[in-house]
């Protein structure tokens, strides 16, 4: 399997001992990501995830004119998606955000660097994320990792003959193929091709998916 190398242009390091830095692999664009805190993991598989993101960029360098000098900054991330919309995401913890005045020196990077940047500046705190979309996430990231193909192939092609509710457990069963069909029916989450029935339910053998190419 071929994985691209990160795009960073800068690798993070560990500040401080305990502290969480390190990468993830993105096994839907397949591509190295580098990320240095937990929360900036864990906003990361979000966005990872996600149909509508066509790709994610960390630790992108933004140069800006402030007060006449030329001044840079790392951003988290920048997003884009499928709408051709860029996203400019800072991630810090919400103490750290309103100590460091983080909103104040966003107002001066978007004054100051190339309107092309960005379209949107976003901040990202601890208070935006949700427990459990996180482990889906993650779960869903772990599925695509295993690049089971011929098992995503044979999914596919039972939710085409299937209703417009399915759960893992059916797709088991369905297939035979066992865990190997549930857990390729949890990466499609990814494509789109099916969605949870409930938003913010937690992924589970009985939990009902919503199939998006059911007669195809």
């Given at each position: 399997m071929n994985i691209e190398s990160s795009?960073?242009?800068r690798i993070p390091s560990r500040k401080k001992i305990g502290s969480c830095a390190?990468?993830?692999i993105d096994p839907f664009r397949k591509r190295e990501i580098y990320y240095e805190s937990?929360?900036?993991r864990d906003h990361m598989a979000r966005f990872i995830v996600?149909?509508?993101?066509?790709?994610?960029?960390?630790?992108?360098l933004v140069?800006?004119?402030?007060n006449g000098k030329d001044c840079k900054h790392y951003v988290d991330f920048i997003?884009?998606?499928?709408?051709?919309?860029?996203?400019a995401y800072f991630v810090k913890n919400s103490v750290?955000?309103?100590?460091?005045k983080l909103r104040e020196s966003i107002h001066e990077i978007v004054a100051g660097c190339d309107e092309s940047f960005a379209d949107e500046y976003i901040i990202l705190t601890e208070h935006h994320l949700d427990h459990v979309a996180?482990?889906?996430?993650?779960?869903?990231?772990?599925?695509g990792k295993e690049f089971d193909y011929d098992a995503t192939s044979a999914v596919r092609t039972c939710l085409r003959s299937l209703g417009s509710t399915v759960t893992p457990r059916q797709i088991e069963e369905l297939t035979g193929l066992g865990d190997r069909g549930s857990r390729a029916l949890v990466a499609l989450l990814q494509s789109g091709d099916v969605r949870l029935a409930v938003p913010g339910a937690q992924i589970e053998t009985e939990t009902p998916f919503e199939n998006s190419i059911t007669g195809s």
């Open positions: 795009v960073a242009d390190g990468s993830q937990q929360l900036e996600r149909p509508d993101v066509v790709e994610i960029r960390e630790q992108q140069e800006y004119v402030k997003v884009e998606l499928d709408t051709g919309h860029r996203i750290d955000a309103e100590k460091k996180v482990a889906n996430s993650k779960f869903i990231i772990q599925c």
